[in-house]
């Protein structure tokens, strides 16, 4: 897949021949050009405009030579690609351009124009790859170690399902789903079986900056063209052009942004701050949010023109509680990921563990999931996780979601002892909250005496304030004790 817009270039040449040849058959490649008489025009197109390659003259009229263009570029723009151009080509002159971050140096007279064809292509393929490795680096730094999304139940088995049909779609896709349900990862999946795969996959956290922070950060600047630009700047609609653009929590989006957006969505082109040119991309856009942007859109926070521009593919991430079947497999896929990293490979969890983690609410959904086990595996004194590792992280189970006794015995059979601890446990609990944490009252309950129900208790490391009211440790000499 290849760039929609053609690469700029800047051609900067005293001699008028030689700047019309070049012109020539640089444009005749299909390059967009500009042309410079001197070093002093160069830089008035440079504040103004951004080029992709400067090809310059070394020596010039006028007290701005090709070495004072050549440092001028990598200030404004560090990722523009420089070739030198000299008839006074030696040793000390190339030492010098390549110190000052030219890409290469070329002689006077060149003879062939297909050699000067060739280097431009290197030199642009460079500068992509320069800019693309940057972010693809920043990208790599955040990505958590678990790239790939766990599940095999029904509702995580349609989201498969809707990603390979429509992975191949050029239209956009919004993610909607809760806090931690992995709606990055449903981007990512996306985009690694699009045929952009090879290309830039560029997230941004669009409730993470400031409204002028973020249209920098998507569109880029110019350099001068607020306080703080010290040099051009690529948006991340460039660096993902012909890529994946990820926004994510797009509701956070304010409304100056969102009606930019909408330009770009209407016609795949911008300009960045204090540009003077439009800049043509082509960009799958993949949007995120945990809100309902129907609500919003009635309350006026979102644009409901952008809205329908986003939602062309709706894709809904279920959260963790309405798919609980998965989470035994993303226990064991979180424990071996941080069990490698604790030096622990071989981590397993006691049954009645497992039954605790399943039977928890998870409102922090697998992200929520994720940060526990990755507390259980640094505390966990063994290699495997019992009920006591797990206890403290783990709430009391939530109303309708109590352990309840299976209508019959399933064909893989059932481990008896942890489905009556967990029983048990809960009666417990509900105890405590119907007594209002008075333990003397939850064991007249249960009709226990103290000492059996403190037992208990100290076996499920439930306090009294488990339950629902303040609780009072000041019953221990109940009768029958």
């Not at 509702?155 to 990055?184: H, Q, W, Y």
Request: negative net charge.
């Amino acid at each position: 897949m290849t760039s929609t817009a053609p690469a700029r270039i800047l051609i900067v040449e005293d001699e008028r021949l030689i700047r019309e040849t070049l012109n020539a058959f640089i444009k005749a490649e299909g390059y967009s050009v500009v042309t410079a008489a001197d070093g002093q025009e160069a830089l008035q197109f440079l504040k103004t405009d951004s080029f992709n390659l400067v090809i310059t003259d070394l020596k010039m009229p006028g007290h701005l030579q090709g070495m004072d263009v050549l440092r001028a570029v990598k200030e404004v723009s560090p990722d523009t690609a420089v070739i030198v151009l000299t008839a006074f080509a030696n040793l000390a002159v190339g030492v010098e351009a390549m110190g000052n971050g030219a890409f290469d140096v070329l002689p006077k007279p060149w003879g062939d124009n297909g050699y000067v064809v060739w280097k431009i292509r290197m030199a642009l393929e460079s500068q992509r790859l320069v800019t693309e490795n940057r972010f693809l680096k920043r990208e790599l730094k955040e990505r958590a170690e678990f790239k790939n999304i766990v599940g095999t139940s029904e509702p995580m088995r349609k989201v498969f399902d809707l990603i390979k049909r429509v992975a191949d779609n050029s239209g956009t896709v919004l993610i909607c789903g809760e806090s931690g349900t992995g709606k990055e990862l449903v981007a990512r999946a996306l985009h690694d079986s699009s045929p952009r795969r090879e290309r830039a996959f560029v997230t941004v956290n669009c409730g993470a900056l400031p409204e002028s922070l973020l249209e920098s950060e998507l569109f880029g600047h110019m350099r001068g063209s607020f306080t703080g630009a010290v040099s051009n700047k690529e948006g991340l609609f460039e660096v993902a052009d012909c890529g994946t653009l990820f926004l994510d929590e797009i509701g956070e989006a304010p409304l100056g942004i969102q009606v930019k957006l909408l330009r770009v969505l209407q016609k795949p082109e911008f300009r960045r701050i204090g540009g003077t040119r439009d800049i043509k991309v082509d960009v799958r856009i993949i949007s995120a949010t945990n809100k309902d942007l129907t609500k919003a859109v009635a309350q006026g926070a979102f644009r409901e023109d952008l809205y329908y521009r986003l939602n062309v593919i709706p894709i809904t991430v279920p959260p963790l509680r309405a798919h609980p079947e998965d989470i035994p497999l993303l226990v064991r896929h979180f424990l071996a990921v941080f069990g490698r990293k604790a030096n622990k490979p071989a981590l397993t969890v006691a049954p009645a563990a497992m039954q605790a983690l399943q039977r928890n609410e998870w409102r922090g959904n697998v992200r929520e999931l994720e940060n526990v086990l990755e507390r259980v595996v640094a505390f966990a004194p063994g290699t495997e996780i019992t009920l006591d590792d797990v206890a403290q992280w783990v709430g009391a189970p939530s109303r309708g979601n109590e352990q309840k006794v299976p209508a019959d015995i399933p064909s893989e059979g059932l481990d008896l002892e942890s489905l009556i601890n967990g029983i048990e446990r809960e009666l417990l609990v509900k105890a405590l909250e119907r007594s209002g944490g008075v333990k003397k009252d939850a064991a007249r309950l249960l009709k226990l005496n103290a000492r059996s129900l403190r037992y208990r208790l100290d076996k499920y490391e439930i306090k009294a304030g488990d339950g629902a009211g303040a609780g009072s440790e000041d019953d221990e000499g109940e009768e029958g004790d």
